[in-house]
């Protein structure tokens, strides 16, 4: 398996614009979740969703944030409008059964707003 | 919910010489016990896991990690450490017996010198 897959891994835009995020998660994964990296918060869990619903989203920031999981193996992390202080590393993981089994994560998504 | 203290942001060690990166949690009736490691620039990837039985666990490339439940510790070391291990080291805790989503520390990083 190529492990949980994210695009773009880079990511410029201006302040106002509209950015997916995009996830594949592990084949045969019941869970994913998605994860931002900042030096200031360290790693904060945004939403998991689990059989393709979303479980809590007690984390996403704002409602400017939103994610969805059409189906089993592709999620999306959408900002709209960015802004500045979104810039971060937007993390993807999935996990199988029972989550003391532990997560695979992705590369991550490095976003930057201008 | 859980919380996780992870004492040193930054640990540097010369190339070959033993490390120990410290992880304290709050106490609980049971825990499930975990240390990820991020390489630059990639995502965290699991390198061991402790959930019953020996307290001595024993992880990837050489690190372990001993669960004392008296002092609410899960500290990583390895006896001899190479420039490939500098990287961030992440605690995380989860609550035991069920499916429940860990909580993770702000991070530990590992520079080895030459």
């Known amino acids: 398996d190529a492990g949980v897959i994210q695009s773009p891994r880079h990511e410029v835009t201006e302040m106002g614009q509209e950015v997916t995020l995009r996830c594949k998660p592990i084949s045969g994964h019941d869970y994913l979740f998605w994860y931002r990296q900042t030096m200031m918060r360290g790693l904060e869990l945004l939403i998991y969703f689990n059989n393709n619903v979303p479980i809590d989203d007690s984390g996403m920031p704002e409602d400017r944030f939103s994610a969805k999981m059409p189906n089993a193996s592709f999620s999306t992390l959408k900002i709209q409008p960015s802004e500045p202080r979104d810039s971060a590393v937007y993390f993807c993981a999935s996990s199988f059964g029972y989550l003391h089994y532990g997560y695979t994560f992705g590369s991550g998504t490095r976003l930057t707003v201008v | ?114």
């Open chain 2, 1 to 114: 919910a859980q919380s996780v203290t992870q004492l040193d942001s930054q640990v540097p060690v010369f190339e070959e010489a033993p490390v120990e990166l410290r992880c304290n949690y709050s106490s609980s009736v049971s825990v499930y016990l975990f240390w990820y490691v991020q390489y630059p620039n990639q995502g965290l990837q699991l390198l061991l896991k402790y959930l019953s039985g020996s307290t001595l666990v024993k992880g990837i490339n050489g690190f372990e990690a001993e669960f004392n439940k008296s002092q609410t510790s899960f500290h990583l070391r390895k006896p001899s450490v190479h420039i490939s291990d500098t990287a961030e080291y992440f605690c995380a805790v989860s609550k035991g017996g069920g499916s429940y989503i860990p909580t993770f520390g702000r991070g530990t990083s590992l520079i080895v010198h030459p």
